[in-house]
């Protein structure tokens, strides 16, 4: 009777299991999808400024790329070399459509590295992006006129 009960058990955590690693793996295959249509959002949840330590962002910032455009509503933490046209206008934002669009695998083959340029009438960015299988990302924007900043975040 024991061993009846403990094979039982033993089947139903197994099918559990298994049902679990294909809800994963479906997931991650829909995540990498998304990146492969360029059709995506990252949230942001921290921002790591050149000179700074780490900063936990508690308001809702992300990055979206859609077809051939960028959209980006970011926080910047750092130096900037020049001054914005508008003082009321802080961040990292941008409409714009990408150039020099570049993806490939990762090393590891879990996600992928997409590296891309926006030019705005102020800023001149090149983003780099790492975007894992589960959905993690790390953003690296550089730009002649300000510090390098890197947001980490998961995709929405």
């Known amino acids: ?22 809800i ?12 492969d249509n360029k059709d995506f959002s990252i949230q942001v949840n921290y921002a790591n400024p050149l000179r700074m330590q780490q900063i936990a ?5 992300d990055l ?7 959209f980006a509503f970011l926080p910047f933490y750092g130096v900037a070399h020049t001054a914005p046209l508008n003082p009321m206008e802080g961040g990292i934002k941008f409409s714009e459509p990408v150039k020099d669009y570049k993806s490939s695998p990762t090393r590891k083959n879990d996600g992928r590295q997409i590296s891309f340029k926006v030019n705005t009438n102020e800023y001149h960015y090149q983003i780099n992006m790492t975007v894992f299988q589960n959905g993690t990302a790390s953003i690296s924007i550089n730009s002649t006129e300000r510090d390098p900043i890197i ?3 998961e995709m929405k």
């Open 57 to 61: 962002l508690t308001s809702e910032y």
């Open 24 to 35: 994963a793996t479906e997931t991650e295959l829909q995540n990498l999808a998304k990146v």
């Open 64 to 70: 979206k790329i859609k077809n051939d455009s960028a």
């Open 151 to 153: 947001f980490y975040g």
């Open 1 to 22: 009777m024991k061993t009846t009960n403990i094979i039982s058990m033993l089947a139903v955590l197994l099918v559990v299991s298994c049902t679990s690693t294909k």
